[in-house]
C-alpha cells in the first residue's frame, strides 16, 4: 500500500499549492531508483482525490534516470548495474546526484474559468 499514502502525500500537497482552486492535472518527477509503480499511483490518486478539489485531474509523471556522483572527484555517470563505486576514483562514498525523485514538478489550477499552471517549488 506504499502508492496509497504516497498519493495521499501528493493529494495533501496540490490541495495546499491551489489554494481553493480546482486542479487540472500534476506534473511529476519520479526518479528510477522510486521503488513505485506508475500505474499503481494513478489508481489511488484517483481514489484519494474522491470529493475533493483534486477530482478528476490527471496525475502525468516524468521518470528521471538515476545519476550517481563521487564525492571525492565530482564524476558523474549512470550506472549500469547497482554498483555504488566511482568508476574514476574507486571512492565507494558517493551520493545518488539523481534518480530518487518524487517530487511535484507543477499543478495545473483553474483560476476564474481560465487554467494557470504552478510551480511549488
Ligand atoms: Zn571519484
Excluded at 558517493?94 to 511549488?120: L, M, Q, R, Y
Aim: charged letters at 30%; glycine letters at 8%.
Amino acid at each position: 500500500m506504499h502508492e496509497l499514502s504516497l498519493s495521499s502525500a501528493i493529494l495533501e500537497t496540490a490541495l495546499r499549492h491551489a489554494e481553493g482552486r480546482r486542479v487540472k492535472s500534476v506534473q511529476m518527477r519520479i526518479g528510477t531508483m522510486r521503488q513505485v509503480v506508475p500505474d499503481s499511483l494513478g489508481f489511488y490518486f484517483d481514489i484519494v482525490t474522491r470529493g475533493t478539489l483534486c477530482e478528476g485531474a490527471e496525475l502525468e509523471h516524468e521518470r528521471v534516470a538515476t545519476l550517481l556522483r563521487c564525492e571525492s572527484c565530482a564524476r558523474e555517470w549512470r550506472p549500469e548495474l547497482p554498483i555504488f563505486r566511482c568508476p574514476g576514483c574507486g571512492c565507494g562514498e558517493v551520493e545518488i546526484a539523481a534518480g530518487n525523485e518524487f517530487d511535484i514538478d507543477s499543478i495545473v489550477v483553474e483560476e476564474n474559468e481560465e487554467t494557470k499552471c504552478i510551480a511549488p517549488r
